[in-house]
């Protein structure tokens, strides 16, 4: 059984690490620190707390993300998914409350990996995720109009309506210095890598559009004219707190766990896919926990992997841990000797690369894709998206979880009343006649989110070496969003791989779900096969024009 506690970074030490790689390591380190400049300064403002405390979350719990945690390649630091809750809890709690949920929430992802509730994440189905991921988005968007209009508003309301009356009361003081600095942030950030590729948009937007702001002395907000200035130390300190009141911090901090440990197991997942890789689940939530105890001590927030600064740390070569540290290294760096210049950062500059992480958060292909499949899933997508903006993250989360039973429950009590027939004679069948070059898997049971990456997992590990795979799915009654998206993930895999799949024994209904998603761009339709004979005659038929 795997250990509870296995740090990647332990295990990279002992088994060594070439100069080479512990050099494209650092240098991935310092890229994905200038990338997270502006993102921390950013997530921290948005929240409501004062820049610098996003600076610190991602040095200190960055670092400590990196040296402990399951993952090779995990970035840990603040992140937009935040933003929402962390704004809500400062409104209701303070600072100190802010401080004291981080770091009950860091004890509860620590107790969710040692009760080894990793492996989890496969009960949350695809709708559920991309329903409240959506919902952030939106809601991230909506935060960042005052400052992007420049629209003179001294306090915005919580809710979501309420914030939009507001604007709309408070638009005739639209500032168009700071429209057109937010127009030009976002034109810059998604363009400037086709001219300047090694070099992310939001850093090339946050210095030119600074320099330009200051030397017309443009009249727009700026961070020193909202929070003064950015200090350039790092100090220890103990947030104030009444015992008697801890039990007022449990929600808030259920609420940072949860979603901090949804957003970091994905990021690792995807990470995964991109290295070929495998994390440790629960490592990962220790380490989370570790981090968002330590954090809130120096003045940080929340904090969990982050999907894009780990991407970015993939691509620019980092492939352990020493990476992050980098990207740790170079923010405090930054910070001790530039911190004084970022308190010139407009406000509106920072609204511009916030709207752009909305954009890129809304998950928006993948929202429309799931409109056109099942009912039940649309369901689970629709309650879980208005909940999250109309209502509050915390209840979207757990109607969507609820409610993604009950559906599951109701779709299994519909499956057993109906007549699936009698078991194929040929369902022991011996493979061992066939080919060497062909592998065949056999899916017996629904294609759901509570199954998918089971199946999906094994098939890869069997067929990975394979010529040709032949998946059996004679006896899948329905599949769920969750599963098309894991088949479709699968089908990249071994389209990577140069393994050709072959889908055989396909009911209607199933057939209907994978036509009208994204799968059907993966597997062209003459390898989607009504019966196992067609599907073995299609292959042997392959394998003699090789």
Not at 12 to 17: L, Y
């Amino acid at each position: 059984m795997e250990k509870i506690f296995n740090p990647v970074l332990f295990s990279t030490i002992k088994s060594g690490i070439t100069r080479k790689q512990l050099t494209n390591d650092i240098l991935a380190g310092i890229v994905v620190g200038i990338v997270a400049l502006p993102l921390a300064i950013a997530f921290a403002v948005a929240s409501g707390v004062s820049p610098e405390k996003g600076l610190i979350t991602a040095i200190v719990a960055g670092l400590i993300i990196s040296a402990l945690g399951g993952s090779r390649v995990q970035i840990g630091g603040p992140t937009g998914a935040f933003i929402v809750i962390l704004y809500s809890i400062l409104a209701e709690y303070g600072l100190d409350g802010l401080l004291i949920s981080t770091i009950l929430a860091g004890v509860i992802l620590i107790i969710f990996g040692l009760l080894r509730l990793g492996s989890l994440l496969k009960f949350f189905p695809q709708p559920l995720i991309i329903g409240f991921t959506s919902g952030i988005a939106i809601i991230i968007f909506s935060t960042q109009i005052k400052d992007a209009l420049g629209l003179q508003i001294e306090k915005m309301p919580s809710a979501f309506h309420e914030k939009w009356i507001t604007i709309f009361s408070n638009i005739d003081s639209i500032n168009f210095y700071a429209v057109a600095v937010t127009v030009a942030t976002i034109l810059i950030t998604l363009f400037s890598s086709k001219i300047i590729k090694k070099i992310p948009g939001s850093f090339v937007s946050i210095i030119l559009i600074t320099l330009i702001v200051n030397i017309f002395k443009l009249p727009v907000s700026t961070i020193e004219s909202f929070f003064g200035d950015i200090p350039s130390k790092i100090e220890f300190a103990i947030p104030s707190v009444e015992l008697g009141n801890l039990g007022h911090y449990l929600s808030p901090a259920l609420t940072i766990a949860l979603l901090g440990s949804i957003e970091s197991l994905l990021s690792a997942v995807v990470a995964d896919g991109m290295i070929g890789s495998k994390h440790r689940s629960n490592t990962e939530l220790i380490a989370q926990g570790v981090a968002n105890i330590v954090a809130p001590f120096f003045g940080g927030i929340a904090a969990t992997g982050a999907i894009a600064r780990t991407a970015t740390n993939i691509n620019n070569g980092g492939r352990s841990p020493i990476a992050g540290i980098s990207h740790a290294i170079t923010l405090l760096l930054i910070m001790l000797f530039f911190g004084q210049w970022a308190k010139l950062i407009p406000m509106s500059c920072l609204a511009g690369i916030l709207i752009v992480v909305a954009y890129n958060m809304s998950e928006w292909r993948s929202f429309t894709s799931i409109l056109k499949g099942s009912f039940f899933d649309i369901i689970v997508l629709l309650c879980t998206f208005f909940l999250t903006v109309f209502i509050d993250l915390t209840v979207a989360i757990q109607f969507g979880i609820v409610l993604s039973a009950l559906l599951f429950m109701k779709r299994m009590a519909d499956i057993s009343k109906r007549d699936l027939g009698k078991v194929d004679k040929d369902l022991m069948t011996d493979y061992t006649h066939l080919p060497s070059e062909i592998t065949v898997y056999e899916i017996s049971g629904p294609l759901f989110f509570g199954s998918a990456k089971q199946y999906f997992e094994t098939i890869t590990r069997i067929g990975k070496n394979s010529p040709i795979m032949i998946i059996r799915m004679r006896h899948v009654p329905f599949v769920d969003n969750t599963g098309l998206h894991n088949l479709g993930d699968l089908l990249k895999f071994f389209n990577r791989s140069n393994t050709m799949v072959i889908l055989s024994g396909v009911n209607n209904s199933v057939l209907s779900e994978i036509q009208k998603s994204d799968v059907s761009k993966q597997i062209s339709d003459d390898r989607i096969l009504d019966s196992f004979d067609a599907a073995i005659a299609y292959a042997k038929n392959q394998l003699s024009k090789q």
